[in-house]
């Protein structure tokens, strides 16, 4: 059995661990990400969470591999802008090859969270998987036999011409639809919230189960739209698996259900649906797919 | 110098050619596709087509592809259905492969012609490349490291949630909006028309050449859904080229030079605008992309 790094680097914490060549986790470590400090600083606590994790495994890993947010340059393991860390040019990949002595691979921390969820979770096994992550905005992470696709952002894809602005400067993206944010500000424009007049991702669907018509409403809308993404991406590239990841996706059921009835009036004739899933792994599918990353390197 | 059979099955004449290892045509021949035999006996037609190629060129082919439209297994190698043609569950390649004694494979047409232009036309060298047929549909051909990515159907992916209804039963396709059908169609809708009142996909932009207002906002209308649909696409698999084919990519720089502007405004942040061109092929494509799919299987 060969083990490897994963490394997932996240706003609060990074967490650290030995994966097996399966993608069963051996091994967890976390350090806080302390934002403040210079890079070269959170650097050395990497590395001594990375030896720690080895250490509580005792094995050799043979390579490791890093998930990380922001802008990357993966060919040169490099992190080029991270708003939130603070972080800028950071060669972190050779630095960290340098300390641990094994080869590292840098990706960004949604296609390594995909890979995660093809070796290990809700698509292992397939040829081809496309993980939408439902949360701030709208992650894409196509995973093409066993390998990261890199810098797939399906997210920015348009929909709706004229549309909703999106972050992104587009307008009618699927990000501006279907994204937890876009759907929060739909919930709130519609005069739905908590008891306490907040509203998060779950206010809706709760408003819908306690027989609020408009909720059911815009429940339909959202799921009309993110059908109409979903089958843009059957149509076009056919992956075996799409699963489903982020905030929204823990109303299961009640959100997947219909989404598949719907995504099958779309997808052109004759295309086989895919299986259309919840993400099953939840943070540890950064951690696997960053080792696993990894060990696409050392192969 | 290896040469494998090229052979590229239209609805009015099939063709049939030598090609080398390097995508060159060494030898042509063309038969009638009479639709209205039996398909067996247009199959016997074929092979006396292959024959005289092979016989014009001289040389012993390692293998051979078939670009056919229409539904086809390719793991087969059966046309499932043809209407045109009137084909029906036609084990065509199993055919073929016995009766030249080499392997034989079938794509789809539009996916041969991709692969044409990636070995020989205007995406020479690319890793990956997405050539957009803009004729009677929006085709899309991906050609990711060399090799056709099967069953591509961007066409089908909804630009305008709710619009234009599409052949395939969707509303809104990019086919809707950038084919040359739908161009003529909003052409012959703004009382545009040549001097004996028809209607093609150069009408317009002779029109708007002449100074015709109507036909400038039309021309920019369209390039306007191009665009969107080319940066949905850039966005999420970031090909190197995108080639341009079909009747309405004879406009050239009068098509080219505004898309390349307006796609440049949607990318997202920090990607590369992938270059952006004509297919230069034609109708050689199909039958370099067979033969090109042909070695794929020998190798």
Known sequence: MKYYVGIDIGGTNIKTGIVDELGQIISEDSV???ADRPQEVVLQDIIASVK???SKANVSPAAAGMGSPGSIDSNKGIVIRNYNLGWKDFAIAPAMSEALGIPVTLENDADAAALGEVVAGCAKGAKSAMIITLGTGVGSGY??????F???????????HGGLE???GRKGCFEAYCSATGLIRTTSENGITEDDGSVNGRTVFD????????AEKLID???EYLACGLANLINGLQPEVIGIGGGIAKQGERLFAPLREKVK????GGFTLPRIVGCTLGYKAGLIGAAMAGRSLAD
């Open 143 to 148: 995973v093409l036999n066993g390998k990261i």
């Open 32 to 34: 806080p990400t302390g």
């Open 166 to 168: 999106c972050t992104c």
């Open 221 to 223: 809308e959202y799921i």
């Open 150 to 160: 890199r810098g797939c952002e399906f997210g920015h894809m348009v929909i709706v």
């Open 265 to 268: 009036r779309e997808v052109f």
């Open 52 to 54: 720690a994790s080895i």
């Open 207 to 214: 408003a819908a189960e306690n027989g609020n018509k408009v």
